[in-house]
């Protein structure tokens, strides 16, 4: 029998169920931000909320986050006190009820989920609680930290290395007395401490080399050689609070051979960026390659120009045909004649005919960026000299137009506008946007700015170096002073700082890589002179230099 339906008989389409909430327990590595994988940002992108441990509350790392992700720490509950592994249990399940069906909650854990954590106790709450769940792999502290140290876990003929965790109760590492095997060492700088005492009580010989390794794969990172039989002597000044690794072997020997990180050429600075937030990207990335953190200090605000019909009669001569070059001065100008197109519904096309000079080679990427190749780059000094020295001159029989559109901040010298006017060409010098002092920062940054507790300050425009020295002060004379051209050079020497860095293009990676060389140059000079290797601020005189 064929069952028929009901002409009045509505059809729908089957609600597919929905899939409920899961967690994600995945690795964040042993500090160094660089070292989560791919995986593990794929996850964090997807978030809707991320439970985390004391590494994994780097900012660095929850960039990869929503902006609107739901942030939980793991390692301390409301009142401060430290959460139990089980009470950590429970704060995963419910946060993966929190979120419904098809949420999901990343429980990111410092280094390998499954390397000295509480995965099994979590795992087992999620499936008591009917909540599916992934593991991803991290990066553990107990190989990267002493790879980062420049120490390996295997040398030579080695097969094996043992690893402990030594923070509780216990003498876990008398049994490895006798055993010449790399030891692994992993806890509170404490805890360590009396684990290589009671291994030298059992009878692991004296001579044996020690390496302890502080806040490793950050830029923080300390390491401290000795042998076993003067421990106290290797550990003094040791004022870590996180957990630590120690590694206990004839490898330690290979270091001054193998390090690395703590070898680079900025290891440890702190450098200063006068620029925005936005624009500090590419920088800070450069600095932490070759080993400085960089505290980012906006001076400047780039706001729109207060009347825009300027721009706007500006943008209607470029798509009309007024104008036979269009020359941009700074990245900002790209970005504010972006923006005024695309309010209008304009792109790129409308450039087609033109030509286009960029003022150096950043400038020119961010044209690229919006699909505009320059015709004119300077190829030699990159600034505004530098663009006439290449600028052709006006030519009645060859350019069909005599005119010129700069759109240019406020505050843009003359040195361009007259320059071509005396090649013949007529300029329409427009303000694109304005730049307006930033608010000062706070107390502690200046007190660190003049107290010289920074190694080095980069300067990136004129602008910046008077802004800086508006609301923060004058750099202390034991900062380094690095300078992205002579422009900006001679800026700061009007306002008497001594420049000691000029990179040779003009351009933030140019900088970044001059800065290096110079820390490259203090280190040589220091080895000839037979004295340990100093950070500018370690070398603070107690009275102030004159400029030169």
């Not at 500090?31 to 590494?55: H, K, M, Y």
Request: hydrophobic share 45%; proline share 7%; glycine share 8%.
């Amino acid at each position: 029998m064929t069952r028929s339906r009901t002409p009045s008989a509505t059809t729908q389409t089957p609600t597919p169920p929905a899939s409920p909430a899961r967690v994600a327990f995945v690795g964040a590595g042993p500090g160094d931000p660089g070292l989560l994988t791919l995986r593990g940002r794929e996850l964090l992108a997807a978030a809707d909320v991320v439970i985390v441990d004391r590494i994994a509350r780097d900012d660095v790392l929850l960039a990869h986050a929503r902006p609107d992700v739901t942030v939980i720490d793991a390692s301390h509950g409301e009142r401060g006190q430290e959460l139990t592994t089980a009470m950590r249990a429970r704060l995963v399940v419910k946060a993966a009820r929190s979120v419904g069906d098809d949420g999901l909650v990343v429980r990111l854990m410092d280094g390998d989920p499954g390397t000295f954590t509480g995965l099994v106790d979590e795992v087992r709450a999620c499936r008591r609680a009917g909540i599916s769940f992934d593991v991803v792999p991290g990066v553990s502290a107990v190989s990267a930290v002493p790879t980062y140290a420049g120490v390996p876990l295997t040398a030579r003929l080695d097969r094996a290395f043992h690893v402990v965790q030594v923070d509780g109760p216990g003498n876990p590492v008398a049994r490895y007395a006798d055993d010449p095997t790399t030891l692994v060492l992993l806890g509170s700088p404490d805890a360590i401490r009396d684990a290589l005492h009671a291994l030298l009580k059992a009878g692991r010989d004296t001579a044996t080399p020690v390496v302890l390794t502080e806040t490793g794969t950050t830029v923080a990172q300390q390491s401290r050689t000795g042998v076993l039989g003067d421990i106290d002597r290797a550990f003094r000044g040791s004022t870590a609070i996180h957990p630590s690794v120690a590694v206990v072997s004839a490898n330690v020997e290979l270091r001054d051979e193998l390090s690395w990180f703590e070898t680079k050429p900025l290891f440890g600075w702190r450098v200063l960026v006068p620029r925005t937030q936005a624009q500090a990207g590419p920088m800070i990335e450069r600095l932490a390659s070759y080993g400085a953190t960089a505290d980012v200090v906006p001076t400047i605000s780039v706001e729109p120009p207060r009347t825009p019909q300027q721009m706007e009669r500006a943008v209607r001569g470029l798509v009309t045909g007024r104008y036979e070059w269009v020359g941009f001065t700074s990245v900002n100008a790209v970005r504010a004649v972006r923006e005024r197109f695309e309010e209008l519904g304009l792109d790129a096309r409308a450039f087609a005919g033109l030509k286009v000079a960029a003022v150096g080679g950043v400038t020119a990427a961010a044209l690229q960026d919006w699909g505009i190749k320059p015709d004119l780059v300077p190829s030699g000094e990159q600034s505004a000299a530098g663009l006439l020295a290449d600028w052709p001159a006006y030519d009645d029989l060859l350019d069909p137009i005599n005119r010129v559109l700069l759109p240019r901040a406020d505050i843009a010298t003359e040195t361009l506008v007259a320059g071509l006017r005396a090649m013949g060409w007529e300029v329409d010098d427009v303000t694109a946007y304005r730049t307006v002092r930033a608010a000062p920062p706070a107390p502690e940054i200046r007190d660190a700015i003049k107290g010289g507790e920074y190694d080095a300050v980069v300067f990136t425009s004129s602008s910046t170096v008077r802004n800086l020295v508006g609301i923060a002060g004058k750099p202390h004379p034991a900062t380094v002073v690095a300078c992205i051209g002579p422009a900006t050079a001679k800026t700061a020497r009007e306002q008497g700082l001594r420049v000691d860095v000029l990179a040779p293009e003009a351009s933030a990676a140019s900088l970044v890589d001059a800065l290096a060389g110079h820390g490259i140059g203090l280190a040589l000079a220091a080895a000839e002179a037979g004295h340990p290797v100093q950070r500018p601020r370690d070398k603070r005189p107690t009275t102030r230099r004159r400029a030169r």
